[in-house]
């Protein structure tokens, strides 16, 4: 046993190096002026997907339910092998439209909306949470098991606070010392590496301990657990319905290790180099296996020494201070407190993140009088972080004696399993729109709550059991956990088979009916076109058109609308860029179509700090265009469409008097004006669908340009920098 302070010292001593390690990672960076690009940091920092559920969970999970926990991570192996065709998209989305969360991910693909914005931080919020709540719940209590606090009623009490507020510190301190999210915060994930390295020293430390000390090697413990009676700990059905839990584990582990908001952030916000990804393919399973290697060992372990087996969560701590040995126990408490913390960092941090650009801000921009809070916006996230931590230790004290702490990880799975249509969809299905996203997410997330969140409140009291047993309004057919008659599947297979149907069949029934305005056409293109880029040839630059924009009015147009949301230091180093990579830098005038490329960066870099749905409404609501810039803009337009359309439409059929004949044979003379009118309509038809081709074609050879361009730019200002951090270190030489 230790003593409390003995244990707050050493959690305090181990996050202070992680701090260290992050500070002198960015300070070496800084100094070199180059990104550390490490393809081997970037697959174990995705690793941060092995919680607590996996540290202590897993062998609870064995112990009473045999090999079933592997389902959790075959799942999630399967979803890797394809992300070199799905991950790999995502990233190059998030390059060229500054993507800062999977809510903006969504949004951006459906033209911005705010709505599915609002809709998708809404359900990581609600699902996610609860989750945040089952790690405090273990850091607490394996803080009470190593200090001699356990007791039948496992109070929170004192130390449950002091660990939530230490959760609040340490995530402001790693994540949120800056604004910009999509600047990566590589310090953070080299501490979150360490940690997930902590946690695997540490599982397999424990597992070598059980194994080769306690017992004779994995032959010994397979004999003894059969001799025992505990076959189930390796069987691979040892739960009822053990195939449907099998096929819903890999359903809901292939959407979750994408779909869940820390791992998006990990995987495609922090991505540096798409070529990572291919390290990550093999490296991350790698883990995932060795972290599992010792679970069964463990839970047989614990099992075979009487430990009881609803304490069968904490057998990697119980084991090893069983036998007296202190090193290994305070080992096993520090790799479950970087499982728990690591998650509780970055998934607080990217929900505070989503919950200020979809919520938050949308409601200051709609009020004048909160006009002030928009250069607050860091401070603004300072404050959802406590309430995130605050609302998830509240939540975890009201269930502490709940069934659904158990059974929250698999819960929270099912809320980010609803993310799945809209966001697969949106990759690779192009008639994918804002109708069918919003209205699939919403029928999922309508669904979970109706046969998953309800039943728990029944559960805990807070409702009548007679929902349960009779249904919503006396109606049988309307059981939460029996939903239009299905059942003896068990309440997450069911919630998962009801979630899905409605959410993929809104998705794509609300996608074919509704028929979204050209400008939600035109830029899910160009999302499309971002996630397949194709060799661009180096061409000059657009000229021809006069310069008679004042640039200076223009920047001052911009630095007033980024001051709203960044300091001014920022706003000024923000536009400054933008001319140099424009090359218009210096300039008394530009063109239109450098005034339009101006304003695209623009918006380019709002989004990186408010999203990119708050980005494009803020555009739109503050840039103003003059009557000669709006009708040089049509005339743009103009131009473009009579260029794919030089030749005369065929078909068309001159104009003729009506036949004055009044006999019988007028109504023939009609019809047949009226017939080759008809003809005419159809084959115009059929041309203004080609031309819309021809168009959208264009569109994407331009859009192409400009990413080529950006990209060049940004290149000329890394070797620029390195120039001169080079001359300056050859200087104090």
Same mark, same amino acid.
């Given at each position: 046993?230790?003593?409390?302070?003995?244990?707050?010292?050493?959690?305090t001593?181990?996050?202070?190096?992680?701090?260290?390690?992050?500070?002198?990672?960015?300070?070496?960076?800084?100094? $070199?002026?180059?990104?550390?690009? @490490?393809?081997?940091?970037?697959?174990?920092?995705?690793?941060?997907?092995?919680?607590?559920?996996?540290?202590?969970?897993?062998v609870?999970?064995?112990a009473?339910? @045999? =090999?079933?926990?592997?389902? &959790?991570?075959? @799942?999630?192996?399967?979803?890797?092998?394809?992300?070199?065709?799905?991950?790999?998209?995502?990233?190059?989305?998030?390059?060229?439209?500054?993507?800062?969360?999977?809510?903006?991910?969504?949004?951006?693909?459906?033209?911005?909306?705010?709505?599915?914005?609002?809709?998708?931080?809404?359900?990581?919020?609600?699902?996610?949470?609860?989750?945040?709540?089952?790690?405090?719940?273990? &850091?607490?209590?394996?803080f009470?098991?190593?200090?001699?606090?356990?007791?039948?009623?496992?109070?929170?009490?004192?130390?449950?606070?002091?660990?939530?507020?230490?959760?609040?510190?340490?995530t402001?301190?790693?994540?949120l010392?800056r604004? #910009?999210?999509?600047e990566r915060?590589?310090?953070?994930?080299?501490?979150?590496?360490?940690?997930?390295?902590?946690?695997?020293?540490?599982?397999?430390?424990?597992?070598?301990?059980?194994?080769?000390?306690?017992?004779?090697?994995?032959?010994?413990?397979?004999?003894?657990?059969?001799?025992?009676?505990?076959?189930? /700990?390796?069987?691979?059905?040892? /739960?009822?319905?053990?195939?449907?839990?099998?096929?819903?584990?890999?359903?809901l582990?292939?959407?979750?290790?994408?779909?869940?908001?820390?791992?998006?952030?990990?995987?495609?916000?922090?991505?540096?180099?798409?070529?990572?990804?291919?390290?990550?393919?093999?490296?991350?399973?790698?883990?995932?296996?060795?972290i599992?290697?010792?679970?069964?060992?463990?839970?047989?372990?614990?099992?075979?020494?009487?430990?009881?087996?609803?304490?069968?969560?904490?057998?990697?701590?119980?084991?090893?201070?069983?036998?007296?040995? #202190?090193?290994?126990?305070?080992?096993?408490?520090?790799?479950g407190?970087?499982a728990?913390?690591?998650?509780?960092?970055?998934?607080?941090?990217?929900?505070?993140t989503?919950?200020?650009?979809?919520?938050?801000l949308p409601?200051?921009?709609?009020?004048?009088?909160?006009?002030?809070?928009?250069?607050?916006?860091?401070?603004?996230?300072?404050?959802?972080?406590?309430?995130?931590?605050?609302?998830?230790?509240?939540?975890?004290?009201?269930?502490? #004696?709940?069934?659904?702490?158990?059974?929250?990880?698999?819960?929270?799975?099912?809320?980010?399993?609803?993310?799945?249509?809209?966001?697969?969809?949106?990759?690779?299905?192009?008639?994918?729109?804002?109708?069918?996203?919003?209205?699939?997410?919403s029928?999922?997330f309508?669904?979970?709550?109706?046969?998953?969140?309800?039943?728990?409140?029944?559960?805990?009291?807070?409702?009548?059991?007679?929902?349960?047993?009779?249904?919503?309004?006396?109606?049988?057919?309307?059981?939460?956990?029996?939903?239009?008659?299905l059942?003896?599947?068990?309440?997450?297979?069911?919630? /998962?088979?009801w979630?899905?149907?409605?959410?993929?069949?809104f998705?794509?029934?609300?996608?074919?009916?509704?028929?979204?305005h050209?400008l939600?056409?035109?830029?899910?293109?160009?999302?499309?076109?971002?996630?397949?880029?194709?060799?661009?040839?180096?061409k000059?630059?657009?000229?021809?058109?006069? $310069?008679?924009?004042?640039?200076?009015?223009?920047?001052?147009?911009?630095?007033?609308?980024?001051?709203?949301?960044?300091?001014?230091?920022?706003?000024?180093?923000?536009?400054?860029?933008?001319?140099?990579?424009?090359?218009?830098?210096?300039? #008394?005038?530009?063109?239109?179509?450098?005034?339009?490329e101006?304003?695209?960066? =623009?918006?380019?870099?709002?989004?990186g700090s408010?999203?990119?749905?708050?980005a494009?409404?803020?555009?739109?609501?503050?840039?103003?265009y003059?009557?000669?810039?709006?009708?040089?803009l049509?005339?743009?337009?103009?131009?473009?469409?009579?260029?794919?359309?030089?030749?005369?439409?065929?078909?068309?059929?001159?104009?003729?008097?009506?036949?004055?004949?009044?006999?019988?044979?007028?109504?023939?003379?009609?019809?047949?004006?009226?017939?080759?009118?008809?003809?005419?309509?159809?084959?115009?038809?059929?041309?203004?669908e080609?031309?819309?081709?021809?168009?959208?074609?264009?569109?994407q050879?331009?859009?192409?340009?400009?990413?080529?361009?950006?990209?060049?730019?940004?290149?000329?200002?890394? =070797?620029?920098?390195?120039?001169?951090?080079t001359?300056?270190i050859?200087?104090?030489?």
């Amino acid at each position: 046993m230790f003593s409390s302070l003995t244990v707050i010292i050493v959690i305090t001593l181990y996050m202070a190096v992680l701090f260290g390690i992050a500070q002198i990672v960015e300070r070496r960076i800084e100094s $070199r002026a180059e990104s550390f690009k @490490g393809p081997w940091i970037y697959a174990l920092s995705l690793a941060v997907y092995h919680t607590s559920w996996t540290f202590y969970g897993s062998v609870g999970f064995a112990a009473s339910s @045999g =090999l079933l926990f592997l389902g &959790v991570y075959l @799942g999630a192996i399967l979803s890797i092998a394809f992300w070199w065709y799905s991950l790999r998209k995502m990233v190059l989305a998030k390059e060229t439209f500054r993507i800062t969360s999977i809510a903006d991910f969504i949004s951006t693909r459906y033209n911005r909306s705010e709505k599915i914005a609002a809709l998708v931080t809404s359900i990581a919020l609600l699902g996610v949470l609860p989750y945040i709540a089952l790690q405090l719940k273990a &850091v607490v209590s394996s803080f009470q098991l190593i200090t001699a606090h356990e007791s039948s009623t496992m109070g929170w009490g004192t130390s449950g606070l002091l660990i939530t507020l230490f959760m609040i510190v340490f995530t402001i301190m790693f994540g949120l010392r800056r604004l #910009d999210p999509t600047e990566r915060h590589q310090g953070m994930i080299t501490a979150l590496v360490v940690e997930c390295l902590v946690k695997l020293v540490a599982f397999i430390a424990v597992g070598l301990f059980v194994s080769f000390s306690l017992f004779n090697g994995f032959d010994d413990i397979t004999n003894r657990i059969i001799d025992a009676g505990f076959e189930r /700990v390796i069987s691979f059905s040892g /739960v009822e319905n053990s195939g449907v839990m099998w096929l819903t584990l890999i359903v809901l582990s292939f959407a979750a290790v994408q779909n869940l908001p820390r791992q998006f952030h990990v995987a495609v916000v922090e991505n540096a180099d798409q070529k990572h990804i291919k390290t990550a393919i093999w490296l991350f399973p790698l883990y995932m296996v060795l972290i599992n290697l010792f679970v069964v060992p463990i839970a047989a372990g614990g099992l075979l020494m009487g430990l009881p087996e609803q304490s069968a969560d904490f057998y990697v701590l119980l084991l090893p201070q069983m036998a007296g040995n #202190d090193f290994l126990t305070m080992l096993a408490f520090i790799g479950g407190f970087s499982a728990a913390t690591g998650m509780i960092i970055i998934t607080t941090m990217t929900l505070s993140t989503m919950a200020s650009n979809h919520l938050i801000l949308p409601v200051i921009e709609r009020l004048p009088a909160c006009a002030i809070l928009k250069p607050y916006l860091l401070q603004i996230r300072w404050i959802l972080v406590t309430l995130i931590l605050l609302g998830s230790y509240g939540f975890a004290i009201e269930f502490s #004696d709940s069934y659904i702490l158990v059974a929250i990880g698999l819960i929270s799975f099912v809320a980010v399993l609803q993310f799945t249509p809209a966001l697969m969809g949106g990759i690779f299905w192009s008639r994918g729109n804002s109708m069918g996203a919003f209205a699939g997410l919403s029928a999922g997330f309508l669904l979970w709550g109706y046969t998953l969140a309800i039943p728990t409140f029944v559960k805990h009291g807070w409702l009548s059991q007679q929902i349960l047993d009779q249904g919503f309004l006396g109606i049988s057919l309307l059981r939460p956990e029996a939903l239009f008659g299905l059942e003896g599947m068990g309440s997450i297979p069911h919630s /998962v088979f009801w979630t899905m149907l409605f959410n993929v069949g809104f998705y794509i029934f609300g996608s074919l009916l509704y028929s979204p305005h050209k400008l939600e056409r035109t830029h899910a293109t160009e999302f499309m076109c971002a996630m397949n880029p194709a060799p661009v040839h180096k061409k000059a630059r657009p000229t021809g058109l006069e $310069r008679y924009i004042s640039l200076d009015d223009k920047l001052n147009e911009a630095r007033t609308l980024l001051e709203e949301y960044l300091n001014p230091d920022k706003a000024l180093a923000a536009v400054s860029h933008i001319t140099e990579d424009l090359q218009v830098a210096g300039k #008394d005038h530009i063109a239109i179509i450098e005034l339009l490329e101006f304003h695209r960066m =623009l918006e380019h870099v709002l989004s990186g700090s408010i999203g990119s749905a708050s980005a494009h409404k803020a555009m739109e609501s503050n840039i103003r265009y003059n009557s000669r810039e709006a009708s040089d803009l049509k005339a743009l337009y103009s131009h473009l469409m009579t260029e794919l359309n030089q030749q005369q439409i065929p078909g068309a059929v001159p104009s003729k008097k009506i036949p004055q004949s009044t006999n019988y044979g007028l109504v023939d003379e009609l019809q047949t004006k009226l017939h080759k009118l008809e003809q005419s309509v159809k084959v115009q038809e059929k041309q203004i669908e080609q031309l819309e081709a021809k168009l959208e074609i264009r569109y994407q050879e331009i859009f192409r340009y400009r990413l080529e361009t950006q990209k060049i730019g940004q290149e000329n200002d890394t =070797l620029r920098h390195q120039l001169e951090q080079t001359l300056k270190i050859e200087h104090e030489q």
